[in-house]
């Protein structure tokens, strides 16, 4: 079964620092993986997909993510880190369970990122 | 252009009573999801549909809770005596069908179990 492990559930940069949100997945098929982001009082937003094409990712706002295989893991950064890129952060594999493809997101318990001035 | 839209936004009900939560997914968009995004359990899957058949509904959590989709567009997501644990938010999101494609998320309806 497919699911995916935020190592961080808590990250504070500094403005202007770089940002690395960590996540590991776990999959028996070429996942799906993907990151939303949630900010306060607002709804779910896709940053960035990795879909099996090319491993490294860009995504909006500056952030990307690049897909290693052999680690399993699927990492989210971005150079330097803005104010309004404090939020919940989601790393998400999409279920694939051969021909029943549901397309069912699978959620990691979230990172929120704090940024400090 | 429209997003998803859910109503209500916010639900107060008393323990025991039955809601009902309504998702309006981006026209065109086949596949609906029901997400239920709580402190304890973080966001967890609760039923997909394509059209308006439901080919998983593994994550209902008991038979007190059901959806319908009609038309292939709205669909109602009822909690039927309800408890205090069914308290969290609800989101629905739609898709186009291919299961690679971007899921958008509605607002949610932030249900309270008094």
């Known amino acids: 079964a497919q699911s995916v492990t935020q190592l961080d559930s808590h990250v504070s940069v500094s403005e202007g620092t770089p940002v690395l949100l960590r996540c590991n997945y776990s999959s028996s098929y070429s996942p799906s993986l993907f990151w939303y982001v949630q900010h306060p009082n607002k709804g779910l937003q896709l940053l960035l997909k990795?879909?099996?094409?090319?491993?490294l990712v860009k995504g909006i706002n500056g952030f990307e993510a690049e897909f290693k295989k052999s680690e399993t893991s699927f990492h989210l950064t971005k150079p330097s880190a803005h104010m309004s890129d404090a939020a919940e952060y989601f790393c998400v594999v999409s279920d694939e369970r051969g021909s029943s493809n549901t397309g069912k997101l699978i959620f990691g318990q979230g990172t929120t990122l704090q940024v400090k001035p | 252009g429209a997003g998803v839209s859910q109503s209500p936004s916010n639900k107060v009900t008393e323990k025991g009573k039955d809601v009902e939560l309504r998702c309006d997914p981006i026209?065109?968009?086949?596949?609906l999801y029901w997400y239920r995004q709580s402190l304890g359990q973080g966001l967890e899957f609760l039923i997909y549909?394509?059209?308006?058949?439901?080919?998983?509904k593994s994550g209902l959590p008991s038979d007190r809770f059901s959806a319908e989709r009609t038309g292939g567009s709205v669909s109602t997501l009822t909690i039927q005596r309800t408890q205090q644990e069914d308290s969290a938010v609800y989101l629905c999101?739609?898709?186009?069908?291919?299961?690679?494609?971007?899921?958008?998320f509605g607002p949610g309806t932030r249900l309270t179990v008094l």
């Open positions: 999101a739609s898709s186009l069908v291919d299961y690679s494609n971007e899921q958008f």
């Open positions: 549909f394509q059209g308006n058949s439901a080919p998983d």
């Open positions: 990795y879909t099996s094409a090319a491993t």
């Open positions: 026209s065109g968009h086949t596949a």
